[in-house]
């Protein structure tokens, strides 16, 4: 399997590229090798790898700075999947691609499920969106994995300033009405490469394309996420200045930003399960691990 992967550098990328070596040839791509941003480079690209496989896990994930750069957020997050689609079609490969919880507007009860009304909140999830329509209509092979609340042992993410935030402060302010699930980048990377296998295994005529949601199972606040990560360092016998009954709750109009974010975060990840025989564990679980690397 030849696969070309975007984005290697970001969370996602760097456990891509653990997660899809044994498949076959990974040509891993940063900034450098392809700008999102620029769809003659990023056409270019395609047609001289010529993959089996486009794995899509670049995107301009700045939520609050794309409500001012909104020219380039939709540049990277709604045009490049459409060219990418278009360049898998040509060339009869699959085109699997990451998208956000942000496509809604977190009003519903429960958890979204697939085929819920999109109705994003803020710039980014509106330019998200876009990227999942052009992409799907463009590449009848295709996947799309949402996801949300992403962490890993690679680059900046809430937990990571979490811990910067209790070594530095005795308290720490944190939202505590917006709900979601924790989801390590290490475990959507291996569900990606499950599917690849099943892909590989059935071929391409009988495998069911379409668009998947993926999120660690559980649920919790930032504020429960926050208190789980501090716990998890003291245990380790590291040394803050914020404990976890330190962590504050306040709610999301104590705490303004540039964008809107969605009270309801959680994603139904049945279609997922059932579809593809995986089972997908607590929230507690994937952080655990991801702290363990960064303590």
């Not at 653990?18 to 900034?31: E, I, Q």
């Not at 994930?61 to 750069?69: L, Q, W």
């Not at 998947?212 to 649920?219: C, D």
Request: aromatic share 6%.
């Amino acid at each position: 399997m030849n696969i070309l992967l975007t984005g290697k550098d970001g969370q996602l990328g760097a456990e891509l590229r653990r997660a899809l070596a044994p498949l076959g040839a990974v040509t891993a791509t940063g900034r450098a090798e392809a700008d999102l941003a620029d769809a003659d480079a990023l056409r270019a690209l395609v047609r001289r790898v010529r993959p089996d496989v486009v794995v899509n896990a670049a995107a301009y994930t700045a939520v609050d700075r794309a409500e001012s750069e909104r020219d380039l957020a939709w540049a990277v997050n709604a045009v490049a999947p459409g060219v990418l689609g278009e360049e898998a079609a040509r060339l009869g490969a699959l085109a699997v691609h990451y998208s956000t919880d942000y496509v809604f507007d977190g009003a519903k009860e429960g958890a979204y499920t697939e085929d819920d009304v999109p109705a994003p909140l803020n710039a980014y999830g509106a330019g998200k969106l876009a990227g999942e329509r052009a992409l799907a209509a463009a590449a009848p092979r295709h996947l799309i994995l949402r996801t949300g609340w992403v962490l890993g042992a690679h680059g900046a993410n809430f937990a990571r300033t979490m811990l910067r935030l209790a070594r530095e402060r005795d308290s720490v302010r944190v939202v505590a009405d917006q709900y979601g699930a924790p989801t390590p980048a290490a475990l959507l990377a291996d569900v990606t490469a499950q599917l690849l296998r099943r892909y590989a295994r059935e071929g391409a005529e009988h495998f069911p394309y379409g668009t998947y949601h993926v999120a660690s199972s559980g649920v919790t606040s930032w504020h429960g996420y926050a208190r789980h990560v501090l716990a998890a360092a003291l245990a380790a016998g590291h040394a803050l200045a914020a404990t976890p009954d330190r962590v504050l709750p306040i709610s999301t109009a104590d705490y303004p930003t540039p964008a809107r974010r969605p009270a309801n975060s959680r994603l139904d990840t049945t279609r997922l399960r059932q579809t593809f025989g995986l089972v997908l564990p607590p929230w507690q679980d994937g952080v655990d691990r991801v702290l363990a690397h960064l303590l």
